[in-house]
């Protein structure tokens, strides 16, 4: 116990130091998420035309919408199939095997520190642009209690098992790049990101419904906006964790298999 | 004289081997025009939820904004083909030393590192770029007459200049921010911009987007332009403001070159 407690330490450390020393990358990627929060609530703005909800939101709720959406994505998004799949595919990944540490323990201490470091890095952000649209409207009330970290954890976890998942192709796919990057438009399109799952048609929202990527960001923020409450809350909840759960099964699932068949090429 | 002909022949060279490049990964070639149309139906996509649910955004209808996001898209694609690739390339040769080779070339390094790489697969897009205007214009009933026409292409071509341009300043800041693997993304950012109107801005950002940060002149302007609202004029201060961020490009680069200490060698 008390050796795995140090392993663990030890591993929280050096990737905490390896956050540290590429955050200039991490500013960079970041930018991503501030120009989503500057342009797309002021198009939304521009686009009420003197009305007073669009699909149920009004102004604050929308602006609101927009703030959290980046905020949280900056703790829960996941991109780690794509370094994943280079360590398999340049037998990197060897020396991780031979280690006495296993595996998805070094990824999740990799992944925590640098999750929570971007999540830091974006609260002056998010704190700088709900001052500037607070000129402009009445900000909705946030509810961010322990539902809502809850949430954003659970849609971490969801989003961290289906890269982790993704990354397993790479056992068997030359060539992942162009798969990696199809599953980025459904992603940012029925994770919230574009807009409130609230505006999409209803063909659309009900495919969303059915798909792990609500259950990354857009439950969350939609809990700290208010929009779900009571049982509908509890049943996302209930379903995120669910998808928590298919993600870890997968995963493993595919991880052994590859791994079987996994020749350590470049070694 | 002569040296515009060397030039002129470098290029045909380059275009050549883009061509053998592109030949020998013809599947991947393929792949890269699905992915590119993919893009631009998500775009589509998100400018649809939108239009779903009002008829303007800051005064630009829904065939307006597509005019706009056809000419972001053709300007794009056409950065993507002729320069794009080449200048991603600088972080790498700054990594590995390796762009020592190319300084020592008898060619000007930055023709050299911007026209090296033709990427002909996003000539499906120039087209589907194209189609989504003309589409566009249909549904808008709009005829340009000749001179908006001749204003639209000028304008395109600055916005191209000033793409081009910013890009080309972003990859050299590797010179300095050697670790730094991801400085494409602030050119991605700039034209995340740029696909709205400008018009969405209140007034100090929207003066900022065009006086300081030009990214009004990427889609906005051009589109007006075509649509008969930007007066000729204006033409002229668009191409100063793209000669003024060519030259200031070229002295950056210049500048960050005594700067550059050849890493690996």
Same mark, same amino acid.
């Given at each position: 116990? =008390?050796?795995?407690?140090?392993?663990?330490?030890?591993?929280?450390?050096?990737?905490?130091?390896?956050?540290?020393?590429?955050?200039?990358?991490?500013?960079?990627?970041?930018?991503?998420?501030?120009?989503?929060?500057?342009?797309?609530?002021?198009?939304?703005?521009?686009?009420?035309?003197? =009305?007073?909800? #669009?699909?149920?939101? $009004?102004?604050?709720?929308?602006?609101?919408?927009?703030?959290?959406?980046?905020?949280?994505?900056?703790? +829960?998004?996941?991109? +780690?199939?794509?370094?994943?799949?280079?360590? #398999?595919?340049?037998?990197?990944?060897?020396?991780?095997? &031979?280690?006495?540490?296993?595996?998805?323990?070094?990824?999740?201490?990799?992944?925590?520190?640098?999750?929570?470091?971007?999540?830091?890095?974006?609260?002056?952000?998010?704190?700088?642009?709900?001052?500037?649209?607070?000129?402009?409207?009445?900000?909705?009330?946030?509810?961010?209690?322990?539902?809502?970290?809850?949430?954003?954890?659970?849609?971490?976890?969801?989003?961290?098992?289906?890269?982790?998942?993704?990354?397993?192709?790479?056992?068997?796919?030359?060539?992942?790049?162009?798969?990696?990057?199809?599953?980025?438009?459904?992603? *940012?399109?029925?994770?919230?990101?574009?807009?409130?799952?609230?505006?999409?048609?209803?063909?659309?929202?009900?495919?969303?419904?059915?798909?792990?990527? %609500?259950?990354?960001?857009?439950?969350?923020?939609?809990?700290? #906006?208010?929009? *779900?409450?009571?049982?509908? *809350?509890?049943?996302? @909840?209930?379903?995120?964790?669910?998808?928590?759960?298919?993600?870890?099964?997968?995963?493993?699932?595919?991880?052994?298999?590859?791994?079987?068949?996994?020749?350590?090429?470049?070694? | 004289?002569?040296?515009? %002909?060397?030039?002129?022949?470098?290029?045909?060279?380059?275009? %050549?081997?883009?061509?053998?490049?592109?030949?020998?990964?013809?599947? $991947?070639?393929?792949?890269?025009?699905?992915? $590119?149309?993919?893009?631009?139906?998500?775009?589509?996509?998100?400018?649809?939820? @939108?239009?779903?649910?009002? /008829?303007?955004?800051?005064?630009?209808?829904?065939?307006?904004?597509?005019?706009?996001?056809?000419?972001?898209?053709? @300007? /794009?694609?056409?950065?993507?083909?002729?320069?794009?690739?080449?200048?991603?390339?600088?972080?790498?040769?700054?990594?590995?030393?390796?762009? /020592?080779?190319?300084?020592?070339?008898?060619?000007?390094?930055?023709?050299?590192?911007? &026209?090296?790489?033709?990427?002909?697969?996003?000539?499906?897009?120039?087209?589907?770029?194209?189609?989504?205007?003309?589409?566009?214009?249909?549904?808008?009933?709009?005829?340009?007459?000749?001179? $908006?026409?001749?204003?639209?292409?000028?304008?395109?071509?600055?916005?191209?200049?000033? !793409?081009?341009? !910013?890009?080309?300043?972003?990859?050299?800041?590797?010179?300095?921010?050697?670790?730094?693997?991801?400085?494409?993304? &602030?050119?991605?950012?700039?034209?995340?911009?740029?696909?709205?109107?400008?018009?969405? !801005?209140? =007034?100090?950002?929207?003066?900022?987007?065009?006086? #300081?940060?030009?990214?009004?002149?990427?889609?906005?302007?051009?589109?007006?332009?075509?649509?008969?609202?930007?007066?000729?004029?204006?033409?002229?201060?668009?191409?100063?403001?793209?000669?003024?961020?060519?030259?200031?490009?070229?002295? !950056?680069?210049?500048?960050?070159? %005594?700067?550059?200490?050849?890493?690996?060698?």
């Amino acid at each position: 116990m =008390r050796s795995s407690l140090m392993k663990a330490y030890a591993l929280l450390k050096i990737y905490i130091a390896d956050s540290l020393a590429y955050r200039a990358s991490a500013v960079i990627w970041m930018l991503t998420d501030v120009v989503h929060c500057l342009v797309m609530p002021l198009v939304w703005l521009s686009a009420y035309n003197g =009305r007073d909800t #669009i699909a149920g939101y $009004n102004p604050g709720e929308m602006v609101t919408y927009y703030v959290m959406i980046a905020f949280t994505t900056n703790f +829960i998004v996941s991109h +780690i199939m794509w370094e994943l799949s280079m360590e #398999i595919k340049e037998g990197v990944l060897s020396q991780w095997l &031979l280690r006495p540490v296993p595996m998805l323990w070094r990824l999740i201490a990799q992944n925590l520190s640098w999750r929570a470091m971007r999540m830091a890095l974006f609260v002056p952000v998010a704190g700088l642009a709900l001052w500037y649209y607070s000129r402009f409207t009445t900000l909705s009330p946030l509810s961010l209690g322990g539902l809502f970290w809850l949430s954003v954890l659970l849609g971490h976890l969801v989003s961290f098992f289906t890269a982790y998942a993704l990354a397993a192709l790479a056992f068997w796919l030359q060539e992942t790049h162009s798969v990696f990057s199809l599953y980025y438009a459904p992603m *940012l399109l029925l994770s919230g990101w574009v807009a409130p799952l609230a505006l999409m048609p209803s063909w659309l929202q009900g495919v969303a419904l059915v798909l792990p990527f %609500r259950y990354t960001t857009a439950v969350p923020v939609e809990i700290a #906006i208010g929009k *779900l409450q009571g049982e509908a *809350l509890w049943t996302a @909840i209930g379903l995120q964790l669910l998808w928590v759960l298919a993600g870890l099964a997968a995963a493993q699932v595919l991880w052994r298999k590859g791994l079987r068949q996994y020749t350590g090429v470049g070694m | 004289m002569s040296r515009l %002909r060397f030039y002129w022949n470098l290029y045909k060279a380059f275009l %050549r081997t883009s061509l053998v490049r592109e030949m020998e990964f013809r599947a $991947n070639f393929w792949a890269k025009m699905l992915y $590119n149309a993919l893009w631009l139906g998500f775009f589509l996509a998100t400018l649809k939820i @939108i239009y779903r649910h009002t /008829d303007s955004i800051a005064g630009w209808s829904e065939s307006e904004a597509l005019v706009l996001a056809a000419t972001l898209y053709f @300007i /794009d694609a056409l950065i993507s083909t002729l320069f794009y690739f080449g200048l991603s390339e600088l972080p790498t040769l700054v990594r590995q030393g390796t762009l /020592d080779f190319v300084l020592f070339k008898p060619v000007d390094s930055q023709f050299w590192l911007s &026209l090296r790489r033709i990427n002909l697969d996003q000539l499906g897009s120039l087209a589907v770029a194209v189609l989504l205007g003309v589409y566009a214009l249909t549904r808008l009933e709009y005829m340009p007459t000749p001179l $908006n026409l001749a204003l639209y292409i000028g304008m395109v071509l600055t916005g191209v200049l000033i !793409f081009y341009s !910013f890009h080309f300043m972003m990859m050299t800041l590797s010179i300095w921010l050697v670790r730094v693997e991801n400085l494409w993304v &602030l050119s991605d950012v700039f034209a995340q911009i740029g696909r709205f109107p400008t018009d969405v !801005f209140e =007034r100090a950002l929207r003066r900022v987007f065009t006086y #300081i940060l030009p990214i009004a002149f990427l889609a906005t302007i051009p589109t007006k332009a075509l649509l008969g609202k930007v007066s000729a004029g204006f033409l002229l201060f668009a191409l100063a403001w793209g000669v003024v961020f060519f030259v200031a490009g070229r002295l !950056f680069w210049k500048f960050a070159l %005594r700067s550059y200490t050849s890493a690996s060698s």
